[in-house]
């Protein structure tokens, strides 16, 4: 059976995540009832795989899904067809590849990409309503990068993940924090960067929640490393809203998109 690879983009807000659920509409679901207008194997049944799984509300515009079909089609058709099908969900199929068998949307990463988008202002955001967190007031940028240099490398993340994170391990090596100021009409923009092999559950809601803290001035930057050495959740900054939240890029070696 011929192996694709899809990338996909989507607006979480109505979907309750990733992960297809009996009772509530899910982007796995919904790409998997296009499928099966498809191909045979989709009627019966069959499931495609993910790259992660994001949570109620969370975006994505690098995800990846792989996909084991019963005919073989070409990789811009089939893209199109998937498109057509998906409609009038906001999802959408951004790049197909046929793959080798050996290669999985989970196990052969070897990163993910992460942005929150956070905007500070007094008026309420309505252009960019539902893909942004909104703060009341503007908070220090250089305070919440010296606080982020704490995270980088290979620590214990115990604090920053849910009580209901299934990852064997609370350990994970975080390669990367960027963060940046833009403009935007009468307040400022902050996005997060974020990118490592894996990530816990919730851990970039914990992280960014925690560095807004700093950037707002009632924790001071060596707070998060006081934080994050306590191993302890309750020493977390609040877990911000999903809704500034995307997943941005899934690295691969080869990258199965590098042709198109």
């Not at 045979?40 to 069959?46: E, L, N, R, T």
């Not at 490592?196 to 803290?213: C, D, K, M, P, Y």
Request: hydrophobic letters at 40%.
């Amino acid at each position: 059976m011929p192996r694709y690879a899809f990338r996909v983009e989507y607006d979480g807000a109505p979907f309750a995540g990733w992960q297809a659920q009996a009772d509530q509409p899910s982007v796995q679901g919904t790409i998997e009832a296009a499928l099966a207008r498809l191909d045979p194997g989709f009627a019966d049944g069959a499931r495609i795989a993910a790259a992660g799984r994001t949570d109620t509300g969370v975006h994505a515009t690098g995800q990846v899904c792989h996909a084991d079909l019963v005919r073989e089609w070409d990789s811009f058709r089939l893209s199109e067809a998937l498109n057509w099908h998906l409609k009038p969900a906001p999802v959408a199929i951004t790049a197909t590849a046929e793959v080798g068998e050996v290669f999985h949307a989970r196990f052969s990463a070897r990163e993910r990409r992460y942005t929150f988008r956070l905007i500070a202002r007094r008026a309420p955001v309505v252009a960019d309503r539902g893909q942004v967190w909104q703060v009341l007031r503007p908070l220090d940028v250089q305070a919440m990068r010296d606080g982020a240099r704490h995270l980088i490398g290979q620590h214990d993340f115990t604090t920053f993940r849910s009580t209901m994170c299934q990852a064997k391990s609370p350990v994970k090596t975080l390669d990367e924090i960027t963060i940046e100021e833009h403009p935007y009409p009468a307040g400022q923009e902050i996005r997060f960067h974020l990118r490592a092999r894996s990530f816990l559950h919730n851990q970039v809601r914990s992280i960014v929640g925690t560095l807004e803290r700093v950037g707002a001035g009632s924790w001071h930057p060596d707070q998060v490393r006081d934080a994050l050495e306590a191993r302890n959740r309750a020493s977390c900054g609040p877990v911000c809203p999903p809704q500034g939240l995307s997943l941005t890029g899934v690295g691969y070696d080869p990258d199965p998109f590098a042709d198109g």
